[in-house]
């Protein structure tokens, strides 16, 4: 059970938690596509198939970076520019393609209001095994910052990108709330590192315990604070 009066800050997942992750993504690939069939058409012309079996080998070649999603998206464009005979430089502003148009995102309705009334009363942190930038998104000005698995090196539902958030919010993990769409990685994961959690479920009910927004976590909330 979630005791709702010691919760001092929340931390919140991102892609799928205040946003649909897939029509970015898919929008993002597009882009890249065509921008490689313009300034690599060598590269482009190696399709698909040649780009995820050169992904597929940067993760083999670099467990130790399977929780950074930048530098395996930049290392696999490199690879292709290089098996292609064309500019391994190009990576770079290939890679700016993909990420401008991934950041790119429609908000979920609930989400703009509830985030203003949950800032206001409590700080709020980003904690994402993604990449998504809150200053591209649009958001920024409602959170504290970010902790990301690049930055940590571990990607959850390790206990060490949660024990992160707890040390840049300077709060005990028991006062943090983290709030996450999926079970494994947020929620269970977040318990485990002795932080509360809450199932974000928009497709509900899968538990009575979900929520199916934010605006019902601002609702529990302000109702433990003693009302709006």
């Known amino acids: ?24 993504l898919r929008r993002a690939e597009a882009a890249l596509w065509a ?15 040649a780009m995820a079996a050169l992904r597929a080998a940067v993760h083999a070649d670099w467990p130790h970076r399977l929780h950074d999603l930048t530098a395996l ?23 700016e393609v993909f990420f401008a148009e991934r950041n790119r995102v429609e908000l979920y309705e609930d989400v703009p ?4 009334r949950l800032s ?5 942190l980003a904690v994402t095994n993604g990449n998504a930038d809150l200053a591209r998104v649009g958001i920024d000005r409602w959170f504290v910052g970010t902790v990301n698995a690049r930055e940590v090196g571990a990607a959850k539902p390790h206990r060490a990108i949660f024990e992160a958030a707890c040390r840049r919010l300077s709060l005990p993990p028991a006062a943090v709330l983290h709030v ?3 079970v494994a990685l947020d929620v269970e ?5 002795g932080l509360q959690a809450v199932w974000i479920d928009r497709a509900g009910p899968g538990s009575p315990t979900a929520l199916p927004d934010l605006l019902a ?9 003693g009302g709006p």
């Open 1 to 24: 059970m979630i005791d709702w009066a010691r919760v001092r800050a929340v931390t919140l997942d991102l892609d799928d938690t205040l946003w649909p992750v897939m029509p970015p």
């Open 35 to 49: 921008w490689l069939a313009e300034h690599a058409p060598r590269t482009a012309a190696q399709g698909p198939d």
């Open 73 to 95: 998206r930049r290392e696999t464009l490199r690879r292709a520019l290089v098996s292609a005979g064309e500019d391994e430089a190009l990576a770079e502003p290939a890679f």
């Open 113 to 116: 209001p509830a985030l203003a």
């Open 120 to 124: 206001a009363r409590r700080p709020l």
């Open 180 to 182: 996450g769409d999926d």
């Open 189 to 193: 994961g977040a318990r485990a590192a």
């Open 217 to 225: 976590l601002c609702d529990r909330l302000e109702a433990a604070d």
